[in-house]
């Protein structure tokens, strides 16, 4: 049921204040729900703040964890939904795009140890 709810949304608020991973923005950004978040840990990695000028990111995010930084991050979100539609499919879209699997990571492990083979050891 959370799923459903996620993506008939049209904005996910996580006003977390402590957040190691977080999948509800992942899962939201899939379904082409632009998240509104705190700026801390996994959500600050996964949410890119939009970007008008380039007509980059995949959601808000605000770095108070408080009521004001919520609600200016929300009102840019409904501003942006509401006054510049194709701004904000914009951002649904890439979100959708994203790639969010551990293909990416795991790439960038296997990097780690080539670039450990190319150095040699200095003793």
């Not at 979100?95 to 670039?115: H, I, K, L, P, T």
Request: charged share 20%.
């Amino acid at each position: 049921m959370s799923h459903k709810l996620t993506a008939a949304a049209d904005i996910l608020l996580m006003p977390s204040r402590f957040e190691p991973c977080g999948l509800n923005q992942l899962y939201a950004m899939k379904y082409g729900t632009a998240p509104v978040a705190h700026a801390t840990g996994g959500l600050k990695d996964t949410v890119i703040t939009f970007n008008p000028d380039d007509q980059s990111g995949t959601g808000w995010t605000f770095d108070h964890c408080d009521a004001t930084g919520l609600m200016h991050a929300t009102g840019l979100a409904l501003r942006t939904l509401r006054d510049y539609p194709q701004d904000f499919e914009g951002i649904q879209r890439r979100g959708m795009e994203r790639d969010s699997s551990w293909n990416g990571a795991a790439e960038q492990y296997e990097q780690v140890f080539e670039w450990a083979l190319i150095d040699k050891p200095w003793a």
